[in-house]
């Protein structure tokens, strides 16, 4: 159960994109089609963003986009704006009917 | 809508008990997994467990196996977490989320703070 491995910081301008990376294990990110992403605004609870890998929900912007390659899922922000600046993680069903988080990547709108 | 409200957080020794509670509304509570997830001071976010929708199976977080256990009163809409032996690393804002296909949390509770220290 060893989290994921997100870059604990991305920085861009308005109107830039960015993108989040999140590494895993075939055991998890790899071997499943199950990674999700959340934002996490200061005091506030996780939101959920996208999951299956790139679905997002109903509400949730079309700037943001999901996408997976072999072990590394990765989260895009295009257009960026300022009520981006947030937490955010991955996030992977594991074996065993676990769940496993990455550690978080601050985003900080210049 | 979808809420979900936990309670029972508090400041407590090392080596007591807490149960935390969970109740939900605006859904068919019964027919959904529901999960824990912790969140110490200006870290990252921690599962702890997870409950099937009708209690028959329960996962834990190497963690907390143990010393934790999840259940539910479907009767009563309400997810409980009781945990016992608590450690000073225990200390974290609880969250309660849905769980949807064994794939993604939807939706999240506001959280409930422990604090294990002497």
């Known amino acids: 159960q060893s989290a994921l491995t997100q870059p604990a910081s991305v920085s861009g301008s308005p109107g830039q994109s960015i993108t989040i990376s999140c590494t895993g294990t075939?055991?998890?990110?790899?071997?499943?089609?199950?990674v999700s992403w959340y934002q996490q605004h200061p005091g506030k609870a996780p939101k959920l963003l996208i999951y299956d890998v790139s679905s997002r929900p109903s509400g949730v912007s079309n700037r943001f986009s999901g996408s997976k390659s072999g072990n590394t899922a990765s989260l895009t922000i295009s257009g960026l704006q300022a009520e981006d600046e947030a937490d955010y993680y991955c996030s992977s069903y594991a074996s065993s009917n676990t769940v496993v988080f990455g550690g978080g990547t601050k985003v900080t709108v210049l | 809508q979808v809420q979900l409200v936990e309670s029972g957080g508090g400041v407590v020794q090392p080596g007591t008990s807490l149960r935390l509670s969970c109740a939900a509304s605006?859904?068919?509570?019964?027919?959904?997994?529901i999960h824990w997830v912790r969140q110490a001071p200006g870290k990252g976010l921690e599962w702890v467990a997870l409950?099937?929708?009708?209690?028959?199976?329960?996962y834990y977080a190497d963690s907390v196996k143990g010393r934790f256990t999840i259940s539910r009163d479907n009767s009563r809409n309400t997810l409980y977490l009781q945990m016992n032996s608590l450690r000073a690393e225990d200390t974290a804002v609880y969250y309660c989320?849905?769980?949807?296909?064994?794939?993604?949390?939807?939706?999240w509770g506001q959280g409930t703070l422990v604090t294990v220290s002497s």
């Open positions: 605006g859904f068919t509570f019964g027919t959904y997994g």
């Open positions: 075939s055991s998890d990110v790899g071997g499943y089609n199950s």
């Open positions: 409950i099937w929708y009708d209690g028959s199976k329960e």
């Open positions: 989320a849905r769980d949807r296909y064994n794939k993604f949390l939807d939706y």
